[in-house]
């Protein structure tokens, strides 16, 4: 069904469905074309333009999902594809499965909210919501791409948005953050577009079409290379130690819902293509890596932690949770099981949704109180205390109280971990012993926060803006739209993991296939054949995952 | 009888649902909410009731002989994974579901009087049904994986109850240090449920600890593997029912208001550690090892309570190390394989701790009347007594839990006292020798307390040593160990008080002496003291009614029903005699020193200097731990920052891409020119393709 190469140049893809996905990624680009024509002297209009518009993708997207979208099925979905540049060999082919599309309800949904967070903008008002909405389409596209190109064009859209949000609405230092912000991540995408070429022509054919990569057989060296580019680039994303440091500047600088959007949906771009590529079309090189993976992961969550438990500020302590709670990611990815790496993919939605919570109610707190030094504060609880609950509703989250869905995403990892049979079991202990000691820093970073700002008698001298007092109900609304679907997954996990289970099932079949061949091989070096044991396994017949139907 | 069965999960729901519309209330309607008092307490008190009759029902159930009944649902899944959730009820369930609903009954009402005046008093009740639907949420879960998920959530209401009255600095701190704390234990007991999952392939207790054994067995598994999961279970139970070393966050914890001192942090949730031990005990009884440090725990763990209870002059903290003190009787019963024992002694300490402990929070209510709101003076012993003149209901009840907790007959604590120190002897006589030992400091500490609260003279209005307590706690704000802010207590928490300096008389001190509480104070307090001293009566000797109903998974009623018969009256006589002088001896040397004077321990505490400062300063436990691990932690995260900022950033700043695109290319960028960016972008990408498609 798909274009595959220059060989089908002219033939357009006569679909007798309607491109839902096409759809749900032009509207907000096309939207946005619109604003400045608007005619509006006081911004309102615009902003419930915006709004509505985000609000009416999401919408689009849960009636797409909910009515044309097969729950039970692994494969790829809603699949569109069209011949964009044929000289270029890029096809303009989008689809979802259970990988992407729980991803693609995320940006909805946190975008959306970003938007209506961004309520008060009045510096730029136009620019700020075409630039959003632009980013809507770019974030769409990342995740729903099919074609390395469209994807690699989909990555670095996004990032000319985001650049522009941070250095124009950012704080004092925002230049120097959207500078580092902007050169880390186009450094980066240096190596998708470098990974994604060399996949592309190695071999006969000549295609972009990520199926077709991932059937492809490419020599041990070459997929190793391959494998630690995209690494890198997806690495910088996530972000994985020692790649992180454009991230606490870039979010302490961004405003609030610029924040949000970046705790809450461009962390998870690395997470997902990490699956999406470095699995999927390379998974004898992740049987190499995954250990160097699962080593990353527990560095994140330690140093982050720790690094966060210093900062005095409180975006910054923010950012610093966020590296430490995408070091479970790694750590799902890699441990080889279901129950892992779906564990990977429900704390990437929880942790969009619990970050861009808490990022977002550091934005109504510097609202009022123009500050975001933890010590300069004290005693807010009795101003706000509607803020103070919410505050303490998203840290209890973040720090994985059971109830919450970061605990359900922690705890898959765990298990994840532990029951995987490709892992020495006195690595395995190291590894579950260090991580758990993330368990203990994170409430004692988190809750030293709610204790600085919240806790106490307010005797630093900081008035609070006493128009705004405490959380407005727009503010409600937004914290409780995160807050919901945080319990209910908390409460019942299925309601998240049924959407992407049989897809990453079928991920974990993939790479335990290959694990037995890999391991098997001489001439590995100590360190994996230490830590790295084959498996039993019955053989399976091997099927590609991404082969289309 | 099914019925109730089918419906036993509205046990827990049934507050849950309180604690949600009460929450909800507060967040959408905050100020009707919160003037509808008294119609949103009767509501969560009434849903409360509603669980405790089902609970009861159960029980009768239970006791007439009903199978152990169990329902699950799937919960989560992946691939071959599946975690069911439900509700099991068994004997063990059942009683544990009367004794929280009932005291959590009794406490709810004793809130209405207590926290009257106080603004966060709607906020305060959804707490508590939160808390209540947490706690029965944990004794009904039918595996490990539940357990886990409550205890923590009990663990995070008692974070948000002990910091209730939020703009108390030290209450803050309690509550961080109490959950961090309790974190600790959560990680151990974690890495244990991962652990005998990836061994044993279930969370189900029995299963649990069949397939261990026989993996222990057959040599599967390493003998010194099953022992560190068992410990690293342990460990949960550890922080959550306050052994050594782990103990520390419970005296802090009294920052809470009493009601919740009473029901989290006596009577419930620190019980949940026994109770853990009970249901994973197929698991630890195959594992002797981890069966003595259980044992050892918990026998030093009381002795380290009472200890540090003698020297205590806040009666909310000797309280509080007395709790500490016989949690530890009932884990070392546990350890040594005492299973009804240390649950018997679980439900009557149930029952008494709260009466004391409410009875704490009647004194204090009295006190403030007197001294103000100021912890500092009207919980500090020093300022108290002759009180049972004023408050003769608070007094008779307060003696009747004296009684029972030093063990005297026929009070509920003698019966389950002696039972463990019975099985203590049998088991070891080094442990029996501890807790016996113990069982006399206890009688001496809470006589202590009984008599320099209730006997003597009325000291509230001696301005005297109002002042030395008050200089020593401005010597501590000088120092810098307390921050000088008011300090609000119940009734207190109007914001214009926010205001009220401390200088000169509080002006809430509106009385020359001290008053009986309110009926909805008092009642409770009469209704705790019928079990206080009767519920022993189902556990003696001679007709042990409580073990033929709570006996180890591992036994049969036959074998219960046997060792009931092997019962020697005359050694149950030895036994009990040389208990009940022990503590004889405790009473009557408190008497001695604070009831007739004439016996000055000060003048002890003088000549043993060095074990007064050790007791007083709580062994020095808070003190080496802030050295060790607050500071230590500190150092090493900013230790981290530096690193994070100097070199990892700095190595990428500099040898990055920095001084790639140096001076006009970085200027184009900084200007905001993103264009040039794109195209640089788009430009690469075209190049690559011509390239590509040349070659």
């Known amino acids: 069904m798909y274009v595959v190469g220059n060989k089908y140049l002219f033939s357009v893809m006569l679909s007798t469905q309607f491109p839902w996905l096409t759809t749900i990624l032009l509207l907000p680009l096309v939207a946005a074309s619109v604003i400045p024509l608007i005619p509006d002297q006081h911004i309102k209009s615009i902003r419930w333009y915006a709004f509505g518009v985000g609000i009416a993708d999401f919408a689009l997207m849960v009636y797409t999902f909910w009515c044309k979208y097969d729950l039970q099925n692994s494969t790829l979905q809603l699949a569109e594809s069209y011949p964009w540049v044929p000289q270029l060999g890029l096809n303009w082919s989008l689809a979802v499965d259970g990988l992407s599309m729980p991803l693609v309800l995320l940006t909805g949904l946190i975008t959306s909210l970003a938007m209506l967070a961004a309520w008060n903008v009045t510096n730029k008002p136009r620019l700020f919501y075409v630039l959003m909405l632009a980013m809507y389409s770019a974030q769409i596209g990342v995740f729903a791409a099919q074609d390395m190109l469209l994807f690699f064009l989909m990555w670095e859209l996004e990032l000319v948005p985001v650049y522009l949000l941070i250095s124009i609405w950012g704080g004092q230092n925002r230049r120097y953050a959207a500078t580092k912000f902007i050169l880390y991540t186009a450094a980066a995408s240096i190596f998708i577009l470098v990974g994604g070429f060399a996949m592309a022509f190695y071999g006969d054919t000549v295609t972009f079409d990520m199926a077709s990569l991932g059937m492809k057989q490419y020599p041990k060296g070459f997929e190793m290379l391959v494998y630690a580019g995209l690494l890198i680039a997806f690495g910088v994303k996530l972000p994985i130690f020692p790649l992180h440091t454009w991230l606490p500047d870039a979010h302490s600088e961004a405003s609030a819902p610029i924040s949000m959007i970046l705790a809450g949906v461009l962390l998870k771009m690395g997470g997902y293509a990490l699956i999406r590529m470095n699995i999927e079309m390379l998974p004898n090189a992740h049987v190499y890596f995954a250990p160097v993976l699962v080593i990353l992961g527990v560095v994140n969550i330690i140093y982050g932690a720790l690094a966060a438990f210093a900062q005095t500020n409180l975006k910054r302590r923010l950012a610093y949770s966020s590296i430490a709670h995408m070091g479970f990611v790694l750590i799902g990815i890699a441990s080889f099981t279901e129950i892992g790496i779906g564990g990977a993919v429900l704390q990437m939605v929880s942790h969009g949704l619990i970050a861009a919570s808490l990022f977002f109610l550091s934005g109504v707190t510097y609202e009022r109180t123009h500050t975001l030094i933890m010590e300069k504060m004290g005693g807010m609880a009795q101003q706000m205390p509607k803020v103070f609950a919410l505050f303490t509703a998203g840290s209890m989250a973040s720090l994985a109280l059971p109830g919450m869905s970061g605990f359900v995403g922690e705890l898959t990892i765990f298990l994840g971990i532990t029951t995987s049979d490709a892992y020495n079991p006195t690595f395995k202990v190291v590894v579950v012993l260090l991580a758990a000691v993330g368990l203990i820093l994170t409430p004692i970073y988190l809750l030293s926060m709610l204790r600085q700002v919240f806790y106490g008698v307010n005797n630093s001298g900081i008035v609070i803006e006493g128009y705004l007092g405490d959380a407005k109900p727009r503010e409600m609304f937004i914290a409780s739209c995160l807050l919901v679907p945080i319990i209910a997954i908390g409460f019942y996990p299925k309601v998240a993991t049924q959407t992407y289970d049989v897809k990453t099932v079928a991920v974990a079949t993939q790479v335990r296939n290959v694990l037995p061949t890999v391991v098997a091989q001489q001439g590995r070096s100590p360190l994996y054949s230490t830590v790295l044991i084959a498996p039993h396994l019955a053989p399976a017949e091997s099927r590609s995952l991404l082969a289309s139907k | ?695």
């Open chain 2, 1 to 695: 009888m099914e019925e109730i069965y089918q419906y036993a999960w509205l046990i827990p729901v049934l507050p849950l649902v309180g604690a949600m519309l009460v929450g909800l209330g507060l967040i959408s309607w905050n100020q009707v909410t919160n003037r509808l008092r008294q119609i949103n307490a009767v509501f969560v008190v009434s849903l409360l009731g509603a669980a405790m009759f089902l609970s009861c029902a159960l029980l009768w159930s239970q006791i007439q002989g009903h199978a152990p009944y169990t329902r699950t649902l799937e919960w989560a899944a992946a691939g071959n994974f599946h975690l069911n959730m439900g509700y099991t009820i068994d004997h063990l369930t059942a009683l544990m579901l009367v004794i929280v609903t009932t005291v959590a009954f009794l406490v709810m009402v004793y809130t209405d009087g207590y926290m009257a005046h106080d603004p966060g008093y709607v906020r305060f009740y959804a707490y508590l049904s939160l808390f209540s639907s947490s706690m029965l949420g944990l004794v009904v879960s039918p595996n490990l994986v539940q357990i886990y998920i409550f205890w923590e959530l009990v663990g995070m209401c008692s974070y948000l109850l002990v910091g209730f009255w939020y703009d108390r600095p030290s209450a803050a701190d309690a509550a961080q240090k109490a959950f961090v704390v309790n974190r600790v234990g959560d990680f151990g007991l974690l890495l244990g449920i991962l652990g005998l999952y990836w061994a044993t392939g279930s969370f189900e207790f029995g299963e649990m600890g069949d397939r261990l054994q026989d993996l222990v067995q057959s040599g599967s598994i390493s003998n010194f593997l099953a022992i560190v999961f068992a410990i690293l279970v342990f460990l949960g139970p550890v922080a959550k029912s306050a052994q050594f070393p782990l103990h520390v966050w419970l005296p802090d914890a009294m920052e809470g208001p009493t009601p919740i001192s009473a029901l989290i942090h006596a009577a419930t949730m620190v019980a949940a550690g026994v109770f853990l031990i009970a249901r994973m005990y197929p698991i630890f009884e195959g594992v002797p090892a981890a069966m003595n440090v259980i044992a050892y725990t918990g026998a030093f763990t009381a002795f380290l309570g009472a200890t540090i209870a003698i020297t205590q002059n806040d009666i909310k903290k000797g309280l509080a190390y007395s709790t500490i003190s016989q949690l530890g009787y009932m884990v070392m019963a546990m350890g040594i394989g005492s299973y009804s024992a240390g649950l018997f002694h679980l439900m009557t300490h149930a029952y008494f701790k709260a009466m004391l402990f409410l009875g704490s929070g009647s004194v204090i209510h009295g006190m403030e009347a007197v001294v103000g709101h100021d912890p500092s003076l009207a919980q500090d012993m020093r300022m108290m007594g002759g009180l049972r003149k004023y408050m003769p209901i608070t007094a008779i009840t307060f003696l009747i839990g004296c009684l029972a907790i030093s063990g005297i007959p026929p009070f509920a604590g003698f019966w389950s006292k002696d039972e463990i120190l019975g099985n203590a002897f049998a088991a070891n006589p080094v442990l029996w020798a501890v807790g016996y030992l113990t069982a006399g400091i206890t009688a001496f500490y809470m006589f202590r307390m009984y008599f320099s609260t209730f006997e003597g003279k009325f000291r509230g209005n001696e301005t005297e040593i109002r002042h030395q307590l008050k200089s020593a706690d401005a010597m501590a704000v000088a120092a810098g160990f307390k921050e000088p802010v008011p300090a609000f207590g119940p009734g207190a928490m109007d914001t214009r008080e926010l205001a009220a300096t401390h200088a000169g008389h509080d002006p809430h001190a509106h009385s020359e002496y001290p008053h009986e509480s309110p009926w909805t104070m008092v009642l409770p307090l009469m209704l705790l003291a019928v079990p206080s001293m009767l519920v022993g009566l189902v556990g003696t000797p001679y007709a042990n009614y409580f073990e033929e109903f709570i006996f180890p998974p591992s036994e049969t009623l036959a074998e219960v029903a046997q060792k009931a018969a092997e019962f020697n009256q005359t050694e149950f006589f030895v036994m009990a005699g040389s208990s009940v002088g022990i503590s004889l001896i405790g009473i009557t040397l408190a008497s001695l020193m604070y009831l007739q004077g004439k016996i000055n321990p000060a003048a002890i505490a003088a000549k043993i200097k060095p074990l007064y400062e050790l007791s007083l300063n709580k062994w020095y436990f808070d003190d080496i731990y802030d050295l060790a691990f607050v500071k230590g932690l500190r150092r090493l995260a900013r230790q981290v920052m530096e690193v994070d900022f100097r070199v990892v950033d700095g190595a990428v700043n500099l040898t990055g891409f920095f001084t790639l695109i140096s001076g006009e290319g970085l200027k184009y960028l900084e200007n905001g020119r993103a264009q040039f960016y794109a195209l640089i972008v788009f430009g690469a990408v075209l190049g690559l393709v011509i390239l590509f498609g040349v070659t």
